[in-house]
Antibody, heavy 120, light 112 residues
Framework: QVQLVESGGGLVKPGGSLRLSCAAS????????MSWIRQAPGRGLEWVSY????????YYADSVKGRFTISRDNAKKSLSLQMNSLRAEDSAVYYC?????????????WGQGTLVTVST | QSALTQPASVSGSPGQSITISCTGT?????????VSWYQQHPGKAPKLMVY???NRPSGVSNRFSGSKSGNTASLTISGLQAEDEADYYC????????????FGGGTKLTVL
Protein backbone atom coordinates (compact mmCIF):
# COMPACT_ATOMS: atom_id res chain seq x y z
CA GLN A 1 0.00 0.00 0.00
CA VAL A 2 0.99 3.62 -0.44
CA GLN A 3 3.31 4.81 2.33
CA LEU A 4 4.74 8.30 2.71
CA VAL A 5 6.93 9.04 5.71
CA GLU A 6 7.96 12.64 6.40
CA SER A 7 10.87 13.74 8.55
CA GLY A 8 12.82 16.88 9.32
CA GLY A 9 10.28 19.04 11.08
CA GLY A 10 11.02 20.88 14.31
CA LEU A 11 11.46 24.22 16.04
CA VAL A 12 13.43 26.88 14.22
CA LYS A 13 13.98 30.59 14.78
CA PRO A 14 12.68 33.19 12.32
CA GLY A 15 15.10 33.51 9.44
CA GLY A 16 16.34 29.97 9.91
CA SER A 17 16.24 26.95 7.62
CA LEU A 18 14.86 23.43 7.66
CA ARG A 19 14.91 20.58 5.19
CA LEU A 20 11.91 18.24 5.06
CA SER A 21 12.18 14.79 3.55
CA CYS A 22 9.60 12.25 2.45
CA ALA A 23 10.33 8.57 1.84
CA ALA A 24 7.86 6.85 -0.47
CA SER A 25 7.00 3.19 -0.92
CA UNK A 26 4.21 0.97 -2.20
CA UNK A 27 3.83 2.57 -5.63
CA UNK A 28 5.85 3.50 -8.71
CA UNK A 29 7.24 6.81 -7.48
CA UNK A 30 8.37 8.02 -10.90
CA UNK A 31 4.81 7.82 -12.26
CA UNK A 32 3.40 10.50 -9.97
CA UNK A 33 3.52 14.19 -9.25
CA MET A 34 4.49 14.80 -5.63
CA SER A 35 3.45 17.67 -3.38
CA TRP A 36 3.98 19.48 -0.13
CA ILE A 37 0.79 20.81 1.44
CA ARG A 38 0.61 22.52 4.81
CA GLN A 39 -2.00 23.16 7.46
CA ALA A 40 -1.62 25.83 10.11
CA PRO A 41 -3.34 25.17 13.46
CA GLY A 42 -7.10 25.45 13.07
CA ARG A 43 -6.84 26.27 9.38
CA GLY A 44 -7.51 24.54 6.10
CA LEU A 45 -5.19 22.87 3.63
CA GLU A 46 -2.81 25.19 1.78
CA TRP A 47 -0.64 24.56 -1.25
CA VAL A 48 3.11 24.85 -0.73
CA SER A 49 4.61 23.23 -3.83
CA TYR A 50 4.41 20.38 -6.30
CA UNK A 51 6.83 18.73 -8.72
CA UNK A 52 6.01 16.66 -11.78
CA UNK A 53 6.88 13.00 -12.17
CA UNK A 54 10.03 13.79 -14.16
CA UNK A 55 10.89 16.87 -12.13
CA UNK A 56 10.53 19.30 -15.03
CA UNK A 57 7.36 21.08 -13.83
CA UNK A 58 7.46 22.83 -10.47
CA TYR A 59 4.88 25.04 -8.76
CA TYR A 60 5.32 27.19 -5.67
CA ALA A 61 2.66 29.10 -3.80
CA ASP A 62 3.32 32.84 -3.84
CA SER A 63 3.78 32.76 -0.07
CA VAL A 64 6.88 30.55 -0.35
CA LYS A 65 8.28 31.46 -3.76
CA GLY A 66 11.96 32.37 -3.59
CA ARG A 67 12.36 30.84 -0.10
CA PHE A 68 11.44 27.17 -0.54
CA THR A 69 12.86 24.63 -3.01
CA ILE A 70 11.25 21.32 -3.86
CA SER A 71 13.20 18.41 -5.31
CA ARG A 72 12.86 14.70 -5.91
CA ASP A 73 15.08 11.68 -6.45
CA ASN A 74 13.20 9.01 -8.38
CA ALA A 75 15.95 6.44 -7.90
CA LYS A 76 15.71 6.83 -4.13
CA LYS A 77 11.92 7.36 -4.14
CA SER A 78 12.30 10.49 -2.09
CA LEU A 79 10.90 14.02 -2.02
CA SER A 80 12.47 17.02 -0.28
CA LEU A 81 11.57 20.57 0.64
CA GLN A 82 14.35 23.01 1.51
CA MET A 83 12.87 25.86 3.52
CA ASN A 84 14.93 29.04 3.99
CA SER A 85 14.19 32.43 5.52
CA LEU A 86 11.45 30.91 7.61
CA ARG A 87 8.76 33.13 9.07
CA ALA A 88 6.29 32.70 11.91
CA GLU A 89 3.50 32.30 9.36
CA ASP A 90 5.24 29.20 7.95
CA SER A 91 4.42 27.34 11.18
CA ALA A 92 2.22 24.41 10.25
CA VAL A 93 1.99 20.69 9.78
CA TYR A 94 3.61 19.90 6.44
CA TYR A 95 2.20 16.94 4.54
CA CYS A 96 3.98 15.05 1.81
CA UNK A 97 1.38 13.88 -0.69
CA UNK A 98 1.33 11.70 -3.77
CA UNK A 99 -0.45 13.76 -6.37
CA UNK A 100 -2.12 15.89 -7.53
CA UNK A 101 -1.74 13.79 -10.66
CA UNK A 102 -0.54 10.36 -11.66
CA UNK A 103 -1.63 7.32 -13.62
CA UNK A 104 -4.54 9.22 -15.13
CA UNK A 105 -6.05 10.31 -11.83
CA UNK A 106 -6.30 13.59 -9.96
CA UNK A 107 -6.14 12.69 -6.26
CA UNK A 108 -3.90 12.80 -3.21
CA UNK A 109 -2.57 10.18 -0.85
CA TRP A 110 -1.07 11.72 2.27
CA GLY A 111 1.77 11.10 4.67
CA GLN A 112 1.25 11.54 8.40
CA GLY A 113 2.72 15.05 8.41
CA THR A 114 5.61 16.74 10.17
CA LEU A 115 5.27 19.80 12.39
CA VAL A 116 7.27 22.92 11.68
CA THR A 117 7.29 25.65 14.32
CA VAL A 118 8.95 28.98 13.62
CA SER A 119 9.38 30.91 16.85
CA THR A 120 11.93 32.69 19.00
CA GLN B 1 -6.92 30.78 -8.37
CA SER B 2 -10.16 30.87 -6.38
CA ALA B 3 -10.80 28.23 -3.79
CA LEU B 4 -13.83 25.97 -3.98
CA THR B 5 -16.68 27.01 -1.67
CA GLN B 6 -17.78 24.70 1.12
CA PRO B 7 -20.08 25.38 4.08
CA ALA B 8 -18.09 25.99 7.24
CA SER B 9 -20.10 23.46 9.19
CA VAL B 10 -22.85 20.88 8.94
CA SER B 11 -24.38 18.66 11.57
CA GLY B 12 -26.62 15.65 11.88
CA SER B 13 -27.81 13.02 14.30
CA PRO B 14 -26.69 9.39 14.29
CA GLY B 15 -28.48 7.43 11.59
CA GLN B 16 -29.38 10.48 9.54
CA SER B 17 -27.95 11.47 6.17
CA ILE B 18 -26.07 14.69 5.52
CA THR B 19 -24.72 16.34 2.41
CA ILE B 20 -21.69 18.60 2.08
CA SER B 21 -21.52 20.83 -0.96
CA CYS B 22 -18.50 22.02 -2.91
CA THR B 23 -19.13 24.84 -5.37
CA GLY B 24 -16.77 25.80 -8.14
CA THR B 25 -17.25 27.24 -11.59
CA UNK B 26 -18.14 26.10 -15.09
CA UNK B 27 -14.39 25.92 -15.76
CA UNK B 28 -13.50 23.46 -13.02
CA UNK B 29 -16.15 21.49 -11.11
CA UNK B 30 -18.70 22.01 -13.87
CA UNK B 31 -16.40 21.02 -16.70
CA UNK B 32 -14.53 17.99 -15.42
CA UNK B 33 -15.27 14.89 -13.35
CA UNK B 34 -12.15 15.28 -11.25
CA VAL B 35 -13.57 16.14 -7.85
CA SER B 36 -12.19 14.35 -4.80
CA TRP B 37 -13.23 14.36 -1.16
CA TYR B 38 -11.00 13.93 1.92
CA GLN B 39 -11.83 13.21 5.54
CA GLN B 40 -9.58 14.54 8.28
CA HIS B 41 -9.90 13.66 11.95
CA PRO B 42 -8.22 15.96 14.50
CA GLY B 43 -4.47 15.50 14.57
CA LYS B 44 -4.57 13.08 11.64
CA ALA B 45 -3.71 13.26 7.96
CA PRO B 46 -6.45 13.67 5.37
CA LYS B 47 -7.82 10.43 3.90
CA LEU B 48 -9.21 10.01 0.40
CA MET B 49 -12.92 9.12 0.54
CA VAL B 50 -14.18 9.77 -3.01
CA TYR B 51 -12.39 10.50 -6.29
CA UNK B 52 -13.51 11.35 -9.81
CA UNK B 53 -16.81 12.65 -8.35
CA UNK B 54 -18.37 9.27 -7.58
CA ASN B 55 -15.69 6.61 -7.06
CA ARG B 56 -14.79 5.18 -3.68
CA PRO B 57 -11.32 3.78 -2.98
CA SER B 58 -11.13 0.23 -1.72
CA GLY B 59 -11.91 0.09 1.99
CA VAL B 60 -14.07 3.21 2.17
CA SER B 61 -17.56 2.58 3.50
CA ASN B 62 -20.41 2.65 0.98
CA ARG B 63 -22.15 5.10 3.34
CA PHE B 64 -20.03 7.72 1.59
CA SER B 65 -21.14 8.73 -1.88
CA GLY B 66 -20.32 11.55 -4.26
CA SER B 67 -22.32 13.32 -6.94
CA LYS B 68 -22.29 16.45 -9.05
CA SER B 69 -24.86 18.84 -10.49
CA GLY B 70 -23.70 21.75 -12.57
CA ASN B 71 -20.90 23.58 -10.79
CA THR B 72 -21.55 21.95 -7.42
CA ALA B 73 -20.24 18.61 -6.22
CA SER B 74 -21.63 16.93 -3.14
CA LEU B 75 -20.55 14.36 -0.59
CA THR B 76 -23.38 12.47 1.08
CA ILE B 77 -22.89 10.43 4.23
CA SER B 78 -25.76 8.12 5.05
CA GLY B 79 -26.40 6.32 8.32
CA LEU B 80 -24.34 8.92 10.16
CA GLN B 81 -22.03 7.52 12.86
CA ALA B 82 -20.09 9.20 15.64
CA GLU B 83 -16.82 8.28 13.92
CA ASP B 84 -17.83 10.37 10.89
CA GLU B 85 -17.31 13.56 12.90
CA ALA B 86 -14.36 15.18 11.13
CA ASP B 87 -13.36 17.89 8.71
CA TYR B 88 -14.05 17.28 5.03
CA TYR B 89 -12.25 18.88 2.09
CA CYS B 90 -13.00 18.81 -1.61
CA UNK B 91 -10.57 19.33 -4.48
CA UNK B 92 -11.05 19.81 -8.19
CA UNK B 93 -8.95 19.88 -11.31
CA UNK B 94 -8.82 23.27 -12.99
CA UNK B 95 -7.30 24.10 -16.37
CA UNK B 96 -6.93 27.76 -15.42
CA UNK B 97 -3.20 28.04 -14.80
CA UNK B 98 -1.38 26.81 -11.74
CA UNK B 99 -1.92 25.08 -9.47
CA UNK B 100 -4.06 22.75 -11.53
CA UNK B 101 -5.85 21.33 -8.51
CA UNK B 102 -7.63 23.63 -6.08
CA PHE B 103 -8.93 23.05 -2.55
CA GLY B 104 -12.16 23.81 -0.80
CA GLY B 105 -12.00 25.63 2.52
CA GLY B 106 -13.19 22.61 4.48
CA THR B 107 -16.38 21.67 6.31
CA LYS B 108 -16.62 20.65 9.95
CA LEU B 109 -19.12 17.80 10.40
CA THR B 110 -20.58 17.48 13.87
CA VAL B 111 -22.51 14.37 14.85
CA LEU B 112 -25.01 15.48 17.45
Amino acid sequence: QVQLVESGGGLVKPGGSLRLSCAASGFTFSDYYMSWIRQAPGRGLEWVSYISDGGTIIYYADSVKGRFTISRDNAKKSLSLQMNSLRAEDSAVYYCARGPYGSGSYQFHWGQGTLVTVST
Amino acid sequence: QSALTQPASVSGSPGQSITISCTGTSSDVGAYNYVSWYQQHPGKAPKLMVYDVTNRPSGVSNRFSGSKSGNTASLTISGLQAEDEADYYCTSYTPNGTPFVIFGGGTKLTVL
